[in-house]
């Protein structure tokens, strides 16, 4: 069974440009959660998706923002980019709850 | 909001106990879990306790929970060298929609 992919691994952006970032749930997963790891910072809760639905954000600006599609698979946007926001960026899957919450590789966001 | 609190490094000999320690705030937490990140992964999860267990033992792991001070630690028995990692506490509060995690610990075994 594939668990959760991550794409791209790595990108690189320029100050104020728009970064996208995906991930695929595992199969049958209908809940995704997206965090930002930080350099020396812990993971920060970013949102979380289910049904198609955002049910909620953590403390973060607007201009990240994401979507869930029919497939369940997501998409997290980050507009105006800001070299503060380089980070691994992480997303799980479940079928509901984080027990049993799986992580994907992450993405590596660079901004220069 | 919770805030969760570990210490950020733990050094140990192969062999040894090792024991990760974890303070919450959030009396409410409902699920208080432990992940693993090795270098260049995501996170696994490693296991999980409910609020009303005070204890939790799965092969190497054992959870200790003491809600009256918000403690949680993670005892892992005859420490290897793949046990190198860094270790996250997280907690949830108000139910599933939002888990807060600590900074880590790094574990480091020397041989």
């Known amino acids: 069974e594939a668990g959760v992919t991550q794409s791209p691994t790595h990108l690189i952006k320029t100050r104020g440009q728009q970064a996208t970032l995906r991930c695929s749930p595992i199969?049958?997963?209908?809940?995704v959660y997206w965090y930002q790891q930080a350099l020396g910072l812990g993971l920060q809760f970013l949102l979380w998706?289910?049904?198609?639905?955002?049910?909620n954000r953590g403390n973060f600006p607007p201009r990240f923002s994401g979507r869930q599609f029919p497939n369940y698979s997501s998409e997290l946007n980050v507009n105006a980019l800001e070299l503060e926001d380089s980070a691994l960026y992480l997303c799980?899957?479940?079928?509901?709850?984080?027990?049993?919450?799986?992580f994907g590789q992450g993405t590596r966001l660079t901004v220069v | 909001g919770e805030d969760v609190e570990q210490s950020l490094f733990l050094s140990v000999r192969e062999g040894d106990s090792s024991v990760i320690n974890c303070t919450y705030t959030?009396?409410?937490?409902?699920?208080l879990y432990w992940y693993k990140q090795e270098p260049g992964a995501g996170l696994q999860l490693l296991t999980y306790?409910?609020?009303?267990?005070d204890m939790k033992q799965d092969q190497r792991l054992t959870v200790l929970l003491n809600k009256k001070d918000k403690h949680l630690s993670l005892r892992i028995a005859d420490t290897q060298t793949g046990d190198s990692a860094i270790y996250f506490c997280?907690?949830?509060?108000?139910?599933?929609?939002?888990?807060?995690f600590g900074t880590g610990t790094k574990l480091q075994v020397i041989p």
């Open positions: 799980a899957s479940s079928s509901g709850t984080l027990v049993g919450a799986f």
């Open positions: 199969s049958g997963h209908t809940s």
């Open positions: 998706y289910d049904e198609g639905e955002e049910r």
């Open positions: 959030d009396s409410s937490s409902t699920y």
């Open positions: 306790i409910f609020s009303n267990m």
């Open positions: 997280a907690g949830a509060s108000g139910g599933y929609q939002k888990v807060t």
